[in-house]
């Protein structure tokens, strides 16, 4: 009897540790703390029913197993559908316009790494370096090739194209 407080005793605080870590967060971050939370408990319970006899053990391990295939699946289902949109939007529509470029020469050449005085074949070689490292498709971002590939330009002096 007392093990069960004791254990009952430690989700209680595990909860509010959880829910204080939670009000820290920003409110639009909140929501799916709080949807996880809710599968996480469901899950345990189930599991903990499927231990005691109360509900067959094959149901509990689906049922505990749930939360990790949800987060795989809706990862997996939003990966596939933001690249087919990206895919179909790019195809349907002109390419998007770069703003112009506010960097200057200096900013180019810390951006790709180079010297002053660079040649043409310098800054393409270490343009197509970067962006085999920041390419958006190989774990880069947005930001990090647009910067890469205005530092080319102004560089190459292809500013405002």
């Given at each position: 009897?007392?093990?069960?407080?004791l254990?009952?005793?430690?989700?209680?605080?595990?909860?509010?540790?959880?829910?204080k870590?939670?009000?820290?967060?920003?409110?639009a971050?909140?929501?799916?703390?709080?949807i996880?939370?809710?599968?996480g408990?469901?899950?345990?319970?189930l599991?903990?029913?499927?231990?005691t006899?109360?509900?067959?053990?094959?149901?509990?391990?689906?049922g505990?197993?749930?939360?990790?295939?949800?987060?795989?699946?809706l990862?997996?289902i939003?990966h596939?559908?933001?690249n087919g949109?990206?895919n179909?939007t790019?195809?349907?529509?002109?390419?998007?316009?770069?703003?112009s470029?506010?960097m200057?020469?200096?900013?180019?050449?810390?951006?790709l790494?180079?010297k002053?005085g660079a040649?043409?074949?310098?800054?393409?070689?270490a343009?197509?370096?970067?962006m085999?490292k920041?390419?958006?498709?190989?774990?880069?971002n947005?930001?990090?090739?647009?910067q890469?590939?205005?530092?080319?330009d102004?560089?190459?002096?292809k500013?405002?194209?």
């Amino acid at each position: 009897m007392i093990i069960r407080l004791l254990f009952a005793a430690l989700i209680l605080y595990a909860l509010y540790r959880f829910v204080k870590t939670v009000q820290s967060k920003p409110a639009a971050e909140r929501r799916g703390y709080y949807i996880s939370l809710i599968i996480g408990l469901g899950a345990a319970a189930l599991i903990l029913l499927s231990i005691t006899g109360r509900v067959h053990w094959i149901a509990g391990l689906v049922g505990g197993a749930l939360p990790f295939i949800r987060q795989y699946v809706l990862k997996h289902i939003y990966h596939r559908l933001s690249n087919g949109n990206k895919n179909n939007t790019q195809s349907e529509q002109a390419p998007p316009q770069r703003p112009s470029s506010a960097m200057n020469q200096q900013q180019a050449l810390s951006v790709l790494g180079l010297k002053a005085g660079a040649s043409d074949d310098e800054i393409i070689t270490a343009h197509r370096q970067l962006m085999q490292k920041f390419h958006p498709d190989r774990g880069g971002n947005d930001f990090l090739a647009s910067q890469i590939n205005d530092a080319k330009d102004v560089l190459l002096g292809k500013r405002g194209h």
